[in-house]
Each structure stands twice: as C-alpha cells, then as structure tokens.
C-alpha cells in the first residue's frame, strides 16, 4: 500500500487533502442552495448540470491518471440509479431546507443507513452504539418537532431519501477495487436517467447563467474533484478517522450558508446537531473500541 506510507511520512499531506474533501463535500450544499434559494435555476436543471459535469470530468481525471483508453469500465446500473436518486431527491429538498440543516439531514440518514444495514446483515451493537443511535434518532425527531424553525416536512423527507440513496450507494461501493473507475461509470451510466429527467421537466425549465455556474462547480469541483481528492486521503486515514472526520461536512456547510446567504442557525438546529453527531460519534468510537477489545484478547 504505497499511498499509506507515503501519507505516513507526509501527514500535513494528508491533513490537506482531507481538508479539501470535506470542504468539497459542504461545497455541495453550500452551491445547491446558492442556486435554488436564489431561484437562479431550477432544481431539475441543477441536477441534469451538476451530474453531467461530474461525469465529465472523472472520466477526464480517469484518462488523464490511467491513460486508459475505455475509461467507463467502471460502474454499475443499480450504484448509477441510488447516485441519481441522491443528486434528484438533494436538489429539491434544498427548495425550502436551510444549508446547513439539509447537510444535517443528509449526513446523518447516511450513516443511520449504513449502520441499520449492518443490523440487518447480522452485525450486533454493543450497549455504547446503541445507546448512540437512539441519540441520534432523537436528534432527528427533535429538528422536526412542530415549531416556528422546524424545517419543511417535504424538504426533510426528499433529504433523508437522499441520504438513504447515498448510504446505499456507499455501501454498492464499499467492496470496490477500483473507487475512480466505478465512481466515474456510474456518473456516466446516469446519462439515461438524465435524459428521462430533462425530458420530462422540460416544460419546467429555468436557469441562468449564475445557476448553470453554480452546478457546473458542484457536479466538476465539488463531487468530481472532491471525490477524487477524498480517495486520496483515504490512503492516509484509518476506517474510524475517515468515519469520524466527516462528521465536520455539516458543521462546514452551516458555516458556509451563514457566511455566504446570511442564513441564521437556530438552537434548534444546534442541538439537534449535538444529538445527531454526537450519537453518530458514539457509534463510530464505540465500534472502534470493541473491535480493539476483541483484538486484544483474541489468541495468536
């Protein structure tokens, strides 16, 4: 494992490109609703935009790394429909959802997936997870508990589909030998879903040039090149700490809708932070402790 040795002897590399990732990952949302909150394109056309320029350009990234000459090898038909279903359902959700309270949503639907599928294929929680998941389950049922800075019932649900399609997508992956090929496959293979979504949206169709900007950079910078960038700290981080790590993409991109839009982050939306994360957190470390227990008194 060559990347792991060189991030050994390199860690501000690491740490960099780490970074990079998670401030691409909030990119995301951060872009997302620049250009629906400001009605400068419609949530359908971001979409079509955004997943074409992310195909464009893995496949260029691809070429240009592997000078292969098929560089769509890669991908398959069901990782390719959950990828769309997340990039359609994170679109409209961001309508009417807050940057930071949509990021919320989506982080922690992915990994409450992820951890409700190890359930179901037989993988047993300990007392400490959960403990975790029911905080974090709490946390969620607390953001919408009805209230004057409750978020939108539709904006919650089309997000947590979202955040179920990217677990599920993540979890297609997880056995992958090859993340840039089969990342760059599946963004090409979304092509025919594109064409049934512009098709039948047509009628709908907005946008201007700032919009078609801002899904341009989500779909190239922000998925093509934060994808990419991600892989690479990959090499340099354990499964924990790049589990751990991404609970700062929310935190982020509430930062970025305060800096960038002025929006305002309520205590409701904090403290259901504190409760997601945190129980998230809780699961991630406590896996992470049982797994050394277990090592430790396991015989040679």
Not at 88 to 105: E, H, M, N, P, R
């Amino acid at each position: 494992m060559p990347d792991k040795d060189i991030s050994r002897h390199f860690p501000i590399k690491t740490f960099v490109l780490t970074a990079l990732a998670l401030i691409a990952f909030a990119a995301n949302s951060v872009l997302c609703r620049l250009a629906l909150g400001g009605n400068s394109i419609d949530a359908a056309s971001f979409t079509v935009i955004r997943l074409l320029a992310g195909a464009i350009t893995l496949a260029l990234i691809l070429c240009i790394a592997r000078k292969r000459k098929n560089p769509f090898m890669g991908g398959r038909w069901p990782a390719a429909f959950m990828l769309f279903l997340y990039a359609i359902t994170f679109s409209y959700a961001y309508v009417s959802l807050d940057t930071g309270t949509g990021a919320l949503i989506l982080f922690g639907s992915v990994q409450i997936t992820m951890i409700l599928a190890g359930l179901l294929s037989g993988v047993r929680l300990h007392m400490i997870e959960w403990a975790g998941v029911l905080i974090a389950f709490g946390g969620f049922v607390y953001l919408v508990l009805p209230g004057v800075t409750a978020p939108s019932m539709s904006g919650f649900l089309l997000m947590t589909l979202a955040g179920i399609a990217w677990g599920m997508y993540t979890l297609k992956g997880k056995d992958s030998r090859d993340p840039l090929a089969d990342t760059a496959g599946n963004f090409v293979q979304t092509l025919p879903f594109i064409i049934v979504l512009a098709f039948v949206t047509v009628k709908q169709t907005q946008f201007s040039t700032p919009g078609v900007i801002y899904a341009v950079l989500s779909g190239a910078i922000a998925s093509g090149l934060g994808y990419t960038i991600w892989y690479t700290a990959l090499g340099g981080l354990s499964g924990t700490l790049a589990a751990v790590v991404q609970l700062l993409v929310p935190v982020i991109a509430a930062a970025g809708g305060v800096l960038f839009m002025s929006e305002v982050v309520s205590l409701r939306l904090t403290l259901s932070a504190i409760l997601v994360l945190g129980g998230i957190l809780m699961v991630t470390l406590g896996r992470s402790h049982v797994k050394k227990s277990v090592n430790a008194i396991a015989p040679d």
